[in-house]
Every structure is written in C-alpha cells, then in structure tokens.
C-alpha cells in the first residue's frame, strides 16, 4: 500500500485498512440501518472523515458521528475543520456521559482512539464504563493504543469491567513517533458486551 506524503494522510489511510480488516467482520448492523459512532477524548477528530466513510461503507441508512472530549480547543477545531460531514462534537466530559440523557444508548461503534489508561487508570475506567454503557446491544467497543504495555493494560481492565474481547490486532504499519516504543495506532482491539 503506497502511503501518501503527509503523516496525518498516512494515518487515516492506515485507520481506514484497521476499521475495515478488524471492526467491519463484527459490525452487526444491517445495511438498511442508520448507524452511529460514538468517539470518545476525540480531541479535534482527525479521524471524523475517516469514521463517517467507514461507517457509510457499512450501512445504505444514516450515518452519525458524535465526537465528545473535555477540552474546548479540541473540540472548536473539529467543529470548524469537520462541519461538512454527518457529525456532532460535544464539549463533554467522558467520565460524566449519564448526565447527556440525549446521546442515548444506541450506538453502534464507540471507539476510544489512542486511549491513555496508564496516565490514569481510574479516568480510563469511568470512560470505558461509559463506553460500554452507550453501546446497543450488538454495539462494538473500539480502542486503540500507542504503546504495547498500555494496550494490555486496557485489555485487561476492559475484561474486568464485563467486556468481550472480540479480537486484537497489532498494526505492523503504524507510523513510530519520537517516544520509543510509541507509534500511531500500533494497536487495535475490538469488544462487545458480555
């Protein structure tokens, strides 16, 4: 697979392969079905676009994304850079998704991209516990990781949290950064509710 010249670019090609190759065999959705993605810390959302055509590639209904993170710069950015596509983006604590009544419960993907459990493995926790509980009832939980150790970590609390790893995959082209050991993505994981 050529890669394009801008690492952002690159990323989201690469994201696109991960979705389609890992989370696409579990979507449970029937192709006539709306199908929302709920994005959890999405920071601005580089990858907006890349999830809205992922998730039109799997259903001929609706598509909707909604991103949520903590920080108001993130999420001005990605209302401004993403305002063509089928997406909502919440000033929104992750941890306190309970008290956003309007989200609902029904989503078909929440994915936690580059999850950060061991900077605070309670914070995580909560997240995750408020991924699981907006997902419908064939929802997939999604997370990607930089580091490898992080990853297990994540596997493991989302185990003891009720979750079912459906699979995980390490990206064998995940683009390294300056931290050793950390690359974009370098893994995937998939979960469903037990």
Not at 1 to 14: C, F, G, S, T, Y
Not at 108 to 119: A, F, I, K, P, S
Not at 167 to 181: D, K
Request: glycine share 6%; hydrophobic share 40%.
């Amino acid at each position: 697979m050529a890669l394009p010249n801008n690492p952002i670019a690159q990323d989201m090609q690469v994201l696109s392969g991960l979705l389609q190759n890992t989370v696409a065999p579990h979507l449970r959705s029937a192709t006539k079905n709306d199908l929302r993605i709920l994005n959890l810390a999405c920071g601005q959302c580089d990858e907006a676009e890349t999830l809205v055509n992922f998730a039109k590639s799997q259903t001929e209904g609706a598509v909707q994304l909604i991103g949520a993170d903590i920080r108001i710069r993130e999420i001005l950015q990605a209302r401004a850079q993403h305002s063509h596509l089928p997406a909502e983006f919440l000033l929104e604590d992750a941890t306190k998704l309970q008290h956003h009544k309007q989200l609902g419960e029904d989503f078909n993907m929440v994915l936690l991209r580059h999850q950060n459990y061991w900077h605070g493995p309670e914070l995580w926790k909560r997240i995750f516990e408020q991924g699981l509980a907006r997902m419908d009832e064939n929802g997939l939980l999604v997370i990607t990781s930089y580091f490898d150790k992080e990853h297990q970590l994540a596997l493991e609390a989302l185990d003891k949290l009720g979750a079912e790893l459906i699979t995980t995959h390490s990206n064998q082209v995940s683009r390294q950064l300056l931290t050793p050991g950390k690359s974009i993505d370098k893994h995937i994981a998939v979960f469903r509710r037990r």
